[in-house]
C-alpha cells in the first residue's frame, strides 16, 4: 500500500547525541539499543496503524508524531531507519461503522486510508517505508498461525460451527514482561479492548485469537484452518518480523496498546520464531483529552486534524501543541492551547528574523538535541527555542530570516519537524 512523500529534513551541522527512550517492558529510561552510526543496518521501528473508519484524531496524531520525532533524532544521529506501520483493514469496528453509515466497508476504509495520509502530509510526519494493510498481509498471517499451531502455541476451539485459532498465555514462559501488568489487569483490559474472554472453547480467558472462522457477511480467505480472516495481534506480528527480523529496535504506539496488543504481538512472535524478546525497546504515547475530558468516539469529543487545518490551522502550530506536553503523559488539547502554539511559532518566525549571535543559536540547536535525545522531553525544547525567542522580544522587522536565525530556523525543522 502506498503511504505518503516523505518531507525534506535538513541536515544538520554540529555533535549530535544519543537517544534515550522510556521502555514499557523494563520500566526505565535507557538508551536505544541501535546498530552502530555508518554501518548501513538500519534502525528497524514498528509503529501500529490505524483502523481506518475515523481518521485521523489528535489521539493519533499526537502518538505519530511521538515516532516522527524518534525517526529525526535517529536520522540526525547518522542512522538509517526502516519504518514499518500497518492498517488494519479489516476488523469489526471498521464493519460495524459501515454499516451505520450505510456504505461498503472497503470504500469506507479507503477514503479514511486517503484521509489519514493527507493529514500525515500535512503534519510533515515521515512516512513508513513499508505502508502494510491486513487484507495485504493475510498469506503471512496463515504462515505464522500454522507455526504456532505446529509448535503446539495455538489451538483450535471444540466449536463445530465457528473453528476458530487461539494463541495460548502459556505459549511463552515470559508472557506479561512487555507490559508488566498483573493478571487482573489484564483480565480488566482484555475484555474493554477486544478480547471474548467468555468464549466457549477457550483454554484460558485470555487467550487470543489469531484466526476468525467466517461468519455470514464478513470476508473470509481460504486456509488450512478453513475460510477466515486474522485476528488482531497476529497481523502486527507477522507484518513487523517479516519486514524488520525476528527480533528488532522499536516497537511503538499509543498507551492503549500495551495490553491485549501489544503483550500479544511480542507473545506470538516469541513463540514463532523461538525469540526472547520481540523489541528490544517498547515505547508508547499517552491518550489525548479534550477540554479535561478524555477523547472517545462514544462522547464525541474528538478533533480531527483535517477540521483544523480546513479551519486555517497550520500544522506546525498543532504539532507545537501538541509537543508542549509530554508524550509519554496524557495530555488535554484546547483551543486555548492550540492559541498559544500559534503565538509560539509567531515569536520564533520574528526572533528568526532579528537574531545576530550565531554562537547563541548554535548553542539552541545543542540544547535542543540534549532535551530531545532525553526521552523525548518536547517541553524542555521548546522552552530551549522560548528562551531564546524571549531575548529578542520587541525587536521587530519583516525582513528574511538572519543567518543566526536559519541556525535555529534548520534545527527546530530538523528535529521538531517544525516549518518557521
Known amino acids: 500500500m502506498q503511504s505518503w512523500p516523505t518531507p525534506d529534513v535538513p541536515a544538520l551541522d554540529g555533535t549530535p547525541v544519543p537517544l534515550e527512550l522510556f521502555d514499557t517492558a523494563d520500566q526505565e529510561v535507557r538508551l536505544v539499543d541501535t546498530p552502530p552510526s555508518g554501518s548501513g543496518i538500519p534502525v528497524g521501528m514498528y509503529v501500529c496503524g490505524i483502523t481506518p473508519y475515523d481518521s485521523t484524531h489528535l489521539g493519533h496524531a499526537a502518538t505519530y508524531l511521538a515516532f516522527d520525532l524518534i525517526y529525526r533524532v535517529l536520522l540526525d544521529n547518522g542512522h538509517k531507519v526502516h519504518y514499518v506501520q500497518n492498517i488494519t483493514d479489516v476488523d469489526d469496528p471498521l ?3 459501515a454499516e451505520r453509515d450505510g456504505v461498503d466497508w472497503r470504500e469506507l476504509g479507503t477514503s479514511q486510508i486517503n484521509l489519514f495520509r493527507s493529514d500525515m ?3 510533515s510526519i515521515i512516512p513508513p517505508q513499508d505502508y502494510i494493510g491486513a487484507i495485504e498481509s493475510v498469506d503471512e498471517v496463515i504462515e505464522m498461525v500454522q507455526s504456532l499451531v505446529d509448535e503446539g502455541a495455538a489451538y483450535v476451539v471444540d466449536d463445530p460451527e465457528f473453528p476458530d485459532v487461539y494463541a495460548s ?3 511463552t514462559e515470559n508472557f506479561g514482561y512487555e507490559s508488566n501488568y498483573d493478571r487482573d489487569t489484564m483480565a480488566e483490559f482484555f475484555a474493554e479492548r477486544g478480547g471474548d474472554p467468555d468464549r466457549p472453547g477457550k483454554k484460558n480467558p485470555l ?4 484466526w476468525r472462522a467466517a461468519r455470514e457477511g464478513e470476508p473470509s480467505w481460504e486456509s488450512p ?3 477466515g480472516r486474522p485476528g488482531w495481534h497476529i497481523e502486527c506480528s507477522a507484518i513487523a ?3 524488520l527480523g525476528h527480533t528488532f ?4 504506539g499509543g498507551s492503549d496498546l500495551i495490553f491485549p496488543h501489544h503483550e500479544f504481538s511480542a507473545a506470538h512472535a516469541e513463540a514463532a520464531h523461538g525469540v526472547e524478546r520481540m523489541a528490544k525497546h517498547y515505547v508508547h504515547a499517552g491518550m489525548i483529552s479534550q477540554d479535561g475530558v478524555k477523547m472517545s468516539k462514544s462522547l464525541g469529543n474528538l478533533e480531527f486534524v483535517s477540521r483544523l487545518t480546513a479551519a486555517g490551522h497550520e500544522p506546525s502550530a498543532i504539532r507545537l501543541g501538541v509537543f508542549a506536553d509530554h508524550y509519554r503523559g496524557n495530555r488535554d488539547w484546547s483551543a ?5 502554539a500559534e503565538q509560539r511559532l509567531a515569536a520564533w518566525r520574528q526572533a528568526a528574523r532579528v537574531a545576530q549571535d550565531t554562537a547563541a543559536a548554535e548553542q539552541v540547536v545543542s540544547d535542543l538535541r540534549a532535551r530531545l535525545s532525553d526521552d523525548l522531553d518536547t517541553p524542555g525544547a521548546l522552552a530551549v527555542v522560548d528562551t531564546w525567542a524571549a531575548a529578542h522580544s520587541g525587536e521587530t522587522t519583516d525582513g528574511d530570516f538572519t543567518d543566526a536565525g536559519k541556525i535555529v530556523v534548520a534545527a527546530v525543522d530538523a528535529l521538531l519537524g517544525v516549518h518557521l
Open 95 to 97: 464493519f460495524e461503522r
Open 121 to 123: 502530509e500535512a503534519l
Open 169 to 171: 498465555v502459556k505459549a
Open 207 to 210: 487467550d487470543a485469537l489469531l
Open 225 to 227: 484452518f478453513g475460510p
Open 241 to 243: 518480523t517479516n519486514r
Open 249 to 252: 529496535d522499536i516497537q511503538g
Open 336 to 340: 486555548q492551547g492550540l492559541d498559544a
